[in-house]
């Protein structure tokens, strides 16, 4: 089996970049200057919970994604370049959504209780 790095390295990346936890902040930019040389290939947007909620433990992390609502949109956007990682987040009180850990029904996940993390790779 091979290790997380040679992995990494046999699918072509060379190069990994990861932001920390990062504050959610309704309607907010987040710009990350990431120091790949280049454009990314792949970016991995993650909810890392801080506070526990909606049966989610402080350290459990969700894929992160374009979220709507039959009522609100929930749209984050992520731009990358050759220097930055950018991103847009909903103006929402609660900018993503997910299913509760234990029953699977829809949920918001509040902003003060999760940060946001951002891996890329080139």
């Not at 790949?36 to 894929?63: F, H, M, Q």
């Not at 299913?99 to 918001?108: E, L, N």
């Amino acid at each position: 089996m091979l290790s997380p790095a040679a992995l990494l390295a046999a699918l072509g990346f060379t190069a990994r970049y990861n932001s920390g936890n990062q504050i959610l902040t309704s309607a907010g930019l987040l710009t990350l200057a990431h120091g790949l040389g280049r454009s990314p290939i792949l970016i991995n947007v993650w909810a890392k919970c801080v506070t526990a909620e909606n049966g989610y433990a402080v350290g459990d992390v969700v894929l992160s994604a374009a979220n709507n609502s039959n009522t609100t949109s929930r749209l984050s956007s992520v731009v990358a370049d050759a220097a930055n990682i950018t991103i847009r987040f909903a103006s929402s009180v609660s900018i993503f959504l997910a299913a509760d850990k234990g029953t699977g029904a829809q949920v918001t996940l509040t902003n003060a209780n999760w940060v946001l993390v951002v891996e890329a790779f080139a």
